[in-house]
């Protein structure tokens, strides 16, 4: 078994709200590998005093835990306890209410002799390698899927000049059209204050022997396939065989500095954290 990981902050001057963890038993046999991205605050605020670093620092740590010692449990039910137990844990602080409380994306991966489990809930990326080399991703696409207004305004946004006050207005518009939809029906899911979500994410399982290797992206670390189409996920693959989980996040990299402003390849950030996670079992 070799299990390599990376990550890198979009800016230097903010903290990375990814995550990244990965578990072994101490049989050797199996283990647990998960990776969170932190949904960067809203400006209005979230109603927490603790910050979304911490958030997804303990979301990520129980989910990993319960992941590792409850064998028993379906990953959406260890993901839906870690969402409870997080909420639990700053409750009496915070304003769990608030439609910004902090949230987060998850990939998590369990495998043993027999089988590996698979969980995946909004925009971050699995990969699964096949013995024979086909790589298949496990994508949660409702991002992607969401209706209108928000393809139109999405479109407008983009055809506007940049840095005009129309197009500041359009993206205000476009987005609070997006956060409409955030964890409502018809529209996307992340991990925040209430577990039911874990039952709507993607989850599936494979026989062990069906899944060579593993790899979980962050979406910073994913726009090299899906913003900057340098390559498809079978390619990111083999770049992160090649030139490991930096490589990988080099290309990245490179891809938006080639692209500063996003005029090629549109985009919320110019830079975004970037995670990525590669466990060959």
């Not at 902050?9 to 101490?26: K, S």
């Not at 993206?171 to 996307?188: H, K, P, Q």
């Not at 399982?205 to 979980?216: L, Q």
Request: hydrophobic share 40%; charged share 25%.
């Amino acid at each position: 078994m070799r299990i390599e990981t990376a990550t890198a902050a979009g800016d230097p001057d903010r903290p990375n709200e990814d995550f990244t963890g990965v578990i072994c038993p101490g049989s050797g046999r199996g283990g647990v590998l998960a990776v969170l991205d932190g949904v960067t605050p809203h400006p209005d605020g979230t109603g927490c005093t603790h910050g979304l670093p911490w958030y997804v620092a303990r979301l990520g740590g129980v989910l990993l835990e319960l992941s590792a010692s409850r064998r028993d449990m379906t990953l959406s039910q260890c993901l839906a306890q870690a969402i409870g137990r997080t909420a639990a844990a700053h409750r009496d602080t915070c304003d769990l209410s608030h439609p910004n409380t902090p949230q987060s994306t998850v990939v998590a991966v369990r495998w043993d002799d027999e089988a590996a489990e698979h969980l995946v809930l909004s925009d971050s990326v699995l990969l699964l390698e096949s013995p024979s080399g086909a790589v298949r991703p496990v994508l949660d696409d409702r991002l992607d899927r969401l209706p209108e207004p928000v393809p139109s305004l999405r479109a407008r946004l983009r055809a506007l000049p940049r840095d005009s006050g129309q197009r500041a207005a359009a993206r205000r518009e476009y987005t609070a059209a997006v956060e409409a939809l955030r964890n409502a029906e018809d529209g996307f899911l992340t991990a925040a204050a209430d577990p039911g979500v874990a039952d709507h994410a993607v989850t599936g399982c494979d026989p062990r022997a069906a899944v060579r290797a593993v790899a979980a992206l962050s979406d910073g670390a994913g726009r090299l396939v899906d913003v900057f189409g340098r390559t498809d996920w079978p390619g990111a693959f083999a770049l992160l065989r090649t030139a490991g989980c930096d490589g990988l996040i080099a290309a990245v990299r490179a891809a938006e500095h080639a692209d500063p402003d996003g005029t090629a390849h549109p985009r919320g950030k110019r830079h975004d954290d970037a995670t990525a996670a590669l466990a060959e079992l």
